[in-house]
């Protein structure tokens, strides 16, 4: 190569180099996420089953991702509120949203003008875990079994009260199935969140409750309350001597809830799936997966994917179970 060519091919190469560096995204380096702490909102007041859950494992997805996890309550309206509130967030992965069975696929079918579309508004991240309740009653009120409560109903229709979180939820339609199963009337006396209708009915303000296990297994183990059966088909280790609905007589009721983690629509699929990977490794470690065993939930870790396709499979039973209750909130 002559001295002409040689210049030509160090001029090109200088050039091409130049025109790399000044392209959109080179030239400095992008931001790794996360760059600032991130947020989890939940829906609920502090205290509640839900808290209780992202407790468990909030710290270590902070480390494992490099940034502190706080956790911020919204709490109303059976959970809308915080959820539209991140629906709404910037989909940068800083703003997540924990919820529950009530606000991803009973609300939808429960509110007449819903504030946020659970499969258009958010990307499933990854569901955490799968929530069994418990039916449990004051320490107080006389039936110590579903069939003693099943006659005293029958016996006092409309005068046993049930407390929930609130009109439409879980803690709603599950008594609301349990009377048409058992061919009862009960009085249903929402509250504005779980903790204080467990509140109430630790005072005696109401006489029963379908509660996550979690919350149920903590307060009957200690005797404020009296667990009759739990919701699952197999018994809870977190309750091991309370029978199944299905034990107590009542032909295939099963209902289990479930919690999961949401980013508000259009979040990267990078930083979707880098949470989605740093939460199967937490959740699917032998100690965390024993202490949440423990407490009441059962392990049940989907990624994106797969999350939301449970999701869309969800939502038209959960839709059924509204319009059969009646329930709907406008």
């Not at 009085?187 to 504005?192: C, D, I, L, Q, S």
């Not at 903790?195 to 297994?217: C, H, K, R, T, Y």
């Not at 880098?274 to 059962?298: F, H, N, V, Y």
Request: aromatic residues 6%; positive net charge; without cysteine.
């Amino acid at each position: 190569m002559n001295l002409r060519s040689r210049t030509q091919s160090v001029l090109l190469a200088a050039t091409s180099v130049l025109v790399f560096v000044l392209l959109p995204g080179h030239g400095h380096t992008q931001p790794t996420y996360p760059t600032k702490p991130i947020k989890i909102v939940i829906g609920f007041p502090a205290g509640g089953p839900l808290d209780q859950h992202g407790r468990l494992w909030a710290d270590k997805l902070g480390s494992a991702l490099g940034q502190p996890v706080v956790i911020d309550y919204k709490a109303g309206a059976g959970g809308t509120i915080g959820a539209s509130e991140v629906a709404k967030s910037a989909p940068d992965g800083h703003t997540l949203l924990l919820a529950n069975t009530g606000t991803m696929v009973i609300n939808p079918a429960l509110y007449k003008k819903s504030l946020y579309d659970t499969l258009k508004d958010f990307v499933p991240v990854a569901r955490t875990a799968m929530q069994p309740l418990a039916i449990v009653v004051n320490p107080n009120f006389a039936p110590k079994t579903i069939a003693e409560l099943i006659d005293y109903a029958k016996k006092n229709p409309s005068k046993v009260n049930y407390g929930s979180a609130g009109a439409g939820g879980i803690s709603h339609l599950v008594p609301e199935m349990f009377e048409k199963a058992v061919g009862v009337e009960l009085m249903h006396v929402p509250y504005k969140g779980s903790a204080p209708a467990f509140n109430d009915l630790i005072g005696g303000q109401v006489q029963m409750m379908a509660e996550s296990v979690p919350q149920a297994a903590t307060y009957a183990k200690s005797g404020k309350l009296r667990a009759l059966a739990v919701t699952s088909r197999a018994r809870n280790p977190a309750l091991p001597d309370t029978p199944t609905l299905i034990e107590s007589g009542i032909k295939d009721f099963e209902v289990v809830g479930f919690y999961g983690l949401l980013a508000p629509a259009n979040t990267p699929p990078a930083i979707v799936d880098k949470i989605s990977s740093a939460l199967k490794t937490i959740l699917e470690d032998p100690a965390m997966s024993k202490r949440m065993i423990d407490s009441g939930a059962d392990p049940a870790f989907l990624g994106r994917e797969a999350f939301g396709g449970f999701l869309r499979s969800e939502m038209p039973k959960w839709a059924k179970a509204v319009k059969d209750s009646g329930a709907s909130v406008d």
